[in-house]
C-alpha cells in the first residue's frame, strides 16, 4: 500500500527481495506470481515469472511470460516494442508497461470493462515501470499495482485504485526509472538515476 502518495521523508533504501532482485533489461523482466495466470490460489510469491520480447517477423514484437510450471504464454502482440516491464494483480492477471513504436502503453485488467485494456501513455512518458506493491496474503485488500514513469525528468506515479487516471508527483530531478520492487526493510522501492 502506497501510504499518503508521497515519498517517506526518510530514505530506507535496501537490497530488493524477490524476483525483483535479478538483473533485468528492456528486452527481459522478472517477477514473484502464482502457479499460473489467473490463478492466485497458491498465493502471489508461488514462482518467479519471466517476460521476454520474441522476434514475430519484420518489426513484429510478441511478449511472452513464463514460469518453471508453464509453457511460453502470449501477453501481447505488437510493432516495434523496445521495453517491457510486468506484473500481477491479485487475481493473477497481468499487467504489462510497454513501450512500442516509441510510444508508452499499460496494458491491464479494467474491471469496468471485465477484460484486458491498452491505455496509451502522455507521449513524453519514458521508462514505464509496473509492480504490485504487496504481494503478502495478509495485505491483498491493501494492495495495489503502481505504475512509475518518468516525464520532464521528474518521477511520477498512477495506481490501480484510481483505474491509471491520476498522476501523481513523486520527485523532481530524476533520469530515469529502472525498477520498482519491495525491498528488504518491506519498503516501496523506485530503482532511479537522478539529474546531477
Known amino acids: 500500500m502506497f501510504v499518503g502518495n508521497i ?6 533504501a535496501a537490497p530488493l527481495v524477490g ?14 506470481g502464482g ?5 492466485p490460489s497458491e498465493g502471489l510469491l508461488y514462482q518467479i515469472w519471466k517476460a521476454t520480447i ?12 513464463e514460469a518453471p510450471n508453464t509453457t511460453p504464454y502470449l501477453v501481447y502482440s505488437g510493432g516495434n516494442i ?14 504489462l508497461a510497454f513501450v512500442e513504436n516509441d510510444l508508452p502503453y499499460l496494458r491491464w485488467y479494467d474491471s469496468s470493462a471485465g477484460a484486458q485494456v491498452v491505455t496509451a501513455l502522455d507521449s513524453g512518458v519514458t521508462n514505464p515501470r509496473v509492480f504490485l506493491d504487496d504481494k503478502r496474503v495478509l495485505e491483498s485488500s491493501n494492495s495495489d499495482i503502481i505504475l ?5 525528468d521528474n518521477l511520477y506515479f498512477r495506481m490501480q485504485r484510481d483505474r491509471f487516471g491520476v498522476e501523481y508527483l513523486l520527485k523532481e530531478g530524476v533520469l530515469s526509472l529502472s525498477k520498482i520492487g519491495m525491498n528488504r526493510q518491506l519498503r516501496l522501492q523506485f530503482m532511479v538515476m537522478y539529474n546531477g
Request: charged share 25%; no cysteine; glycine share 8%.
Open 54 to 65: 520474441s522476434d514475430a517477423g519484420g518489426s513484429n514484437k510478441e511478449v511472452y511470460f
Open 148 to 152: 512509475g514513469y518518468i516525464r520532464a
Open 82 to 95: 523496445t521495453e517491457i516491464s510486468f506484473t500481477f494483480d491479485q487475481n493473477m492477471r497481468p499487467a
Open 35 to 39: 502457479i499460473g495466470i489467473s490463478d
Open 19 to 32: 524476483a525483483r532482485a535479478l538483473p533485468i533489461s528492456g528486452m527481459v523482466d522478472y517477477e514473484d
Open 7 to 12: 515519498l517517506s521523508t526518510t530514505d530506507i
